[in-house]
């Protein structure tokens, strides 16, 4: 599995960013994949998931309301859309997926639950 995210890049206070991420080497539909985020001395954050069948979401509590991810299962990308962002937002933004198949419990907000990560995508939020 290959995972390539982008559309990072600097943005004001209040404006909005789509994340990427391009998917391959595999079929997903057994999949769920997600958006975590890192900043420097912090441990990475779960942000978004979605099951890739089916088309189920879970949010961090921070990104409900404001950020939406979705995905094109004939595109095989992922989508972070962000919306009202915070410079609270600044980090670098990576995709992940796991196969569902692979795994006895799944726990969709722990990074180490996923397999396969991409590589990240910087957004800066300036106020």
């Known amino acids: 599995v290959q995972l390539q995210a982008f559309g990072g890049g600097l943005v004001q206070a209040g404006g909005s960013l789509r994340l990427s991420c391009a998917a391959s080497g595999r079929t997903f539909s057994r999949y769920i994949m997600g958006w975590f985020r890192q900043t420097p001395g912090k441990e990475r954050e779960f942000v978004a998931a979605i099951r890739w069948s089916g088309g189920t979401t879970y949010y961090e509590d921070f990104a409900k309301g404001r950020f939406t991810i ?27 997926a796991v196969d569902l198949n692979s795994k006895s419990e799944v726990v969709v907000e722990a990074h180490g639950t996923y397999d396969h990560w991409g590589r990240g995508t910087l957004v800066t939020v300036s106020s």
Not at 76 to 96: E, F, I, R
């Open 70 to 96: 979705s995905r094109d299962n004939a595109k095989n990308k992922m989508y972070l859309q962000m919306n009202s962002l915070k410079p609270g937002d600044t980090a670098v933004y990576y995709c992940a």
